[in-house]
């Protein structure tokens, strides 16, 4: 509206001037009169749009507030929070969902309401990116903000025995946060090393606090994935290979092997005594909640058994909404409901191999372990009720943009001795604006410096100079997803324009779009000058012992390994930190 004015109110000066002298003192001077009233009044509207748009925005959380029925002393409690302080900050990252796997995204049955209320009094994205299409690389770049290259979490995972990990060199979120002041946790799924004596641990990497599983926990043997006593849809990993699953509390493991019926609930648990016992230091604090589902074998407690149409996926996802409603609930018992910015994504896409079991990429190509837009495009929610733009937005942005926004955020230096490759995101959530970032650079499941990056995007327009199969079954409907599809050159490049055919599958002609491949070609060709390769963290080398083992030494190994602390009122030791 004031942009409007302001135009009509210089083409009124534009077109009138010239005929001043003209016209009578009488007409000349309702001229005037009219130039005046169309400055005060945009003046007015520039001081009190703002003000409207605030009005509104209170609105709307007044709005939230009776949706969710909150007392008196709540409401007090989180409109006392100073709005000039430094906000808290929560990472919440799933484990394989899929674009398609959430209502917010098109999915017509599967329910999250917490996630979805999130989404409709936050910032919801359609055009976000995971740095990765498998899980250890993609956490390395989030945590990071660089690409899995730089930090040399390829070519492939890590594994519960592997001796290599995150370098101690590498500056994590939780590190640079720390540094200015804020309590950091994390709950979850870490891998990305254990090693010798922890060394490769969560506590060793910036945070204070740990609770969860230290690898993927389909990396253990696994009998009951379903309460009470349903079997996992398949086997895990052999018990003779792996010692069983070890949750852990800090260093300390509190369970072996997991009980994955009540491994959520006790993850909800140990998340909102952290966020308790930290808002009670009045510190900032930050918490990243890497939550195990929807990565097979999905589970699935009392609680949220058969308690979705969409069958164990959708138990899965239930899983998930509530520890979101369980961390929204401690920030509003602890008054810090209105002072923490939330952001919510995923570490790739989904898995098609477990079928119907392994979720939805929606209307994009593929999905987890290559590089078309299924095994990249993830969900993305910011939340920050009163500060940031609500709605949607189409803007590009990936996990790696995540570390400098944080950091800008808390006021904790980004690094300057090393290369970054993320970017401020603050244009996107509070003006919907674009961000610096331009371009991505797409690697496979297995990194290899003979091939460097798959896939380029650059604007809204994608190239594939190689692809290859995922892990499709041999049977799947479209054969670039399959398995025993091989790596293809394609020279020229495959080009696509992601805005009007988000699914690839209409390649521009290269003859017609010659100057845009060129660019294309050049793009990548600056990646490939600016890429670091970092020592292969998975290929430094093995050793059975270094998997944690709540009996070290104890015969018949794996086995052996035993202990359950959790089922007997275990006292959690957030309040130690």
């Given at each position: 509206?004031?942009?409007?004015?302001?135009?009509?109110?210089?083409?009124?000066?534009?077109?009138?001037?010239?005929?001043?002298?003209?016209?009578?003192?009488?007409?000349?001077?309702?001229?005037?009169?009219?130039?005046?009233?169309?400055?005060?009044?945009?003046?007015?509207?520039?001081?009190?749009?703002?003000?409207?748009?605030?009005?509104?925005?209170?609105?709307?959380?007044?709005?939230?507030?009776?949706?969710?029925?909150?007392?008196?002393?709540?409401?007090?409690?989180?409109?006392?929070?100073?709005?000039?302080?430094?906000?808290?900050?929560?990472?919440?990252?799933?484990?394989?969902?899929?674009?398609?796997?959430?209502?917010?995204?098109?999915?017509?049955?599967?329910?999250?309401?917490?996630?979805?209320?999130?989404?409709?009094?936050?910032?919801?994205?359609?055009?976000?990116?995971?740095?990765?299409?498998?899980?250890?690389?993609?956490?390395?770049?989030?945590?990071?903000?660089?690409?899995?290259?730089?930090?040399?979490?390829?070519?492939?995972?890590?594994?519960?025995?592997?001796?290599?990990?995150?370098?101690?060199?590498?500056?994590?979120?939780?590190?640079?946060?720390?540094?200015?002041?804020?309590?950091?946790?994390?709950?979850?799924?870490?891998?990305?090393?254990?090693?010798?004596?922890?060394?490769?641990?969560?506590?060793?990497?910036?945070?204070?606090?740990?609770?969860?599983?230290?690898?993927?926990?389909?990396?253990?043997?696994?009998?009951?994935?379903?309460?009470?006593?349903?079997?996992?849809?398949?086997?895990?990993?052999?018990?003779?290979?792996?010692?069983?699953?070890?949750?852990?509390?800090?260093?300390?493991?509190?369970?072996?092997?997991?009980?994955?019926?009540?491994?959520?609930?006790?993850?909800?648990?140990?998340?909102?005594?952290?966020?308790?016992?930290?808002?009670?230091?009045?510190?900032?604090?930050?918490?990243?909640y890497a939550i195990h589902h929807t990565?097979?074998?999905?589970?699935?407690?009392?609680?949220?058994?058969?308690?979705?149409?969409?069958?164990?996926l959708g138990d899965s996802l239930r899983?998930?909404?509530?520890?979101?409603?369980?961390?929204?609930?401690?920030?509003?018992?602890?008054?810090?409901?209105?002072?923490?910015?939330?952001?919510?994504?995923?570490?790739?896409?989904?898995?098609?191999?477990?079928?119907?079991?392994?979720?939805?990429?929606?209307?994009?190509?593929?999905?987890?372990?290559?590089?078309?837009?299924?095994?990249?495009?993830?969900?993305?929610?910011?939340?920050?009720?009163?500060?940031?733009?609500?709605?949607?937005?189409?803007?590009?942005?990936?996990?790696?943009?995540?570390?400098?926004?944080?950091?800008?955020?808390?006021?904790?230096?980004?690094?300057?001795?090393?290369?970054?490759?993320?970017?401020?995101?603050?244009?996107?959530?509070?003006?919907?604006?674009?961000?610096?970032?331009?371009?991505?650079?797409?690697?496979?499941?297995?990194?290899?410096?003979?091939?460097?990056?798959?896939?380029?995007?650059?604007?809204?327009?994608?190239?594939?100079?190689?692809?290859?199969?995922?892990?499709?079954?041999?049977?799947?409907?479209?054969?670039?997803?399959?398995?025993?599809?091989?790596?293809?050159?394609?020279?020229?490049?495959?080009?696509?324009?992601?805005?009007?055919?988000?699914?690839?599958?209409?390649?521009?002609?290269?003859?017609?779009?010659?100057?845009?491949?060129?660019?294309?070609?050049?793009?990548?060709?600056?990646?490939?000058?600016?890429?670091?390769?970092?020592?292969?963290?998975?290929?430094?080398?093995?050793?059975?012992?270094?998997?944690?083992?709540?009996?070290?030494?104890?015969?018949?190994?794996?086995?052996?390994?035993?202990?359950?602390?959790?089922?007997?009122?275990?006292?959690?030791?957030?309040?130690?930190?």
């Open positions: 509206k004031l942009s409007t004015l302001c135009f009509i109110h210089t083409k009124f000066i534009k077109l009138t001037t010239p005929f001043c002298h003209h016209i009578s003192e009488h007409t000349n001077r309702q001229l005037i009169i009219m130039n005046v009233f169309l400055t005060v009044t945009a003046i007015c509207l520039l001081i009190l749009l703002p003000i409207s748009e605030a009005s509104h925005e209170h609105q709307k959380w007044h709005k939230e507030e009776d949706e969710d029925g909150w007392s008196d002393e709540a409401r007090e409690r989180n409109h006392k929070v100073k709005t000039d302080s430094r906000p808290n900050i929560v990472l919440f990252y799933c484990d394989d969902l899929g674009y398609g796997d959430l209502p917010t995204y098109g999915n017509p049955a599967t329910y999250t309401p917490y996630i979805q209320r999130m989404t409709r009094y936050g910032l919801f994205f359609t055009n976000f990116y995971a740095a990765s299409p498998v899980c250890c690389p993609s956490r390395a770049a989030v945590l990071t903000g660089r690409y899995q290259t730089r930090s040399g979490i390829y070519p492939k995972g890590i594994d519960p025995n592997d001796l290599g990990g995150l370098p101690k060199n590498e500056t994590t979120m939780a590190e640079g946060l720390r540094e200015v002041g804020y309590t950091t946790g994390m709950i979850g799924k870490w891998h990305l090393g254990v090693g010798r004596n922890g060394t490769h641990l969560p506590r060793q990497h910036g945070f204070d606090y740990y609770f969860g599983i230290p690898y993927t926990h389909d990396a253990c043997p696994c009998t009951t994935c379903f309460y009470p006593d349903q079997p996992c849809r398949k086997q895990c990993h052999s018990s003779e290979e792996w010692v069983g699953c070890p949750v852990m509390e800090n260093e300390k493991i509190v369970q072996q092997p997991v009980d994955l019926t009540t491994l959520q609930e006790n993850c909800d648990t140990a998340a909102v005594k952290f966020i308790k016992e930290s808002a009670a230091t009045e510190k900032p604090f930050f918490l990243y990565h097979w074998p999905q589970y699935a407690g009392k609680a949220t058994r058969n308690a979705s149409i969409a069958g164990p899983e998930v909404d509530n520890a979101v409603g369980a961390v929204f609930q401690a920030l509003r018992d602890t008054g810090n409901y209105y002072n923490t910015f939330f952001f919510f994504t995923a570490d790739n896409g989904p898995d098609l191999e477990q079928g119907y079991w392994g979720g939805s990429a929606g209307p994009f190509r593929c999905g987890k372990t290559t590089t078309w837009e299924g095994g990249f495009r993830v969900p993305a929610v910011a939340w920050w009720p009163g500060r940031i733009k609500t709605g949607r937005t189409t803007k590009f942005a990936t996990v790696l943009d995540l570390l400098p926004t944080f950091f800008n955020l808390a006021g904790a230096e980004i690094p300057q001795d090393r290369k970054m490759d993320g970017y401020d995101m603050s244009p996107i959530l509070y003006y919907k604006q674009d961000s610096e970032r331009e371009s991505f650079a797409y690697f496979p499941e297995f990194v290899d410096s003979s091939y460097g990056p798959f896939a380029i995007r650059w604007s809204h327009y994608k190239a594939h100079f190689y692809t290859a199969g995922g892990n499709a079954a041999p049977d799947y409907p479209d054969i670039a997803c399959r398995k025993t599809t091989n790596i293809t050159l394609h020279d020229p490049p495959i080009l696509y324009d992601l805005w009007m055919d988000p699914g690839e599958m209409t390649p521009l002609d290269p003859h017609e779009n010659y100057y845009l491949l060129q660019k294309m070609i050049e793009v990548r060709e600056e990646y490939l000058a600016d890429l670091e390769w970092g020592l292969p963290q998975p290929l430094v080398g093995t050793d059975d012992e270094v998997q944690p083992c709540a009996q070290p030494g104890c015969d018949p190994w794996p086995t052996c390994c035993q202990i359950d602390l959790l089922s007997n009122g275990y006292e959690f030791r957030v309040g130690k930190l």
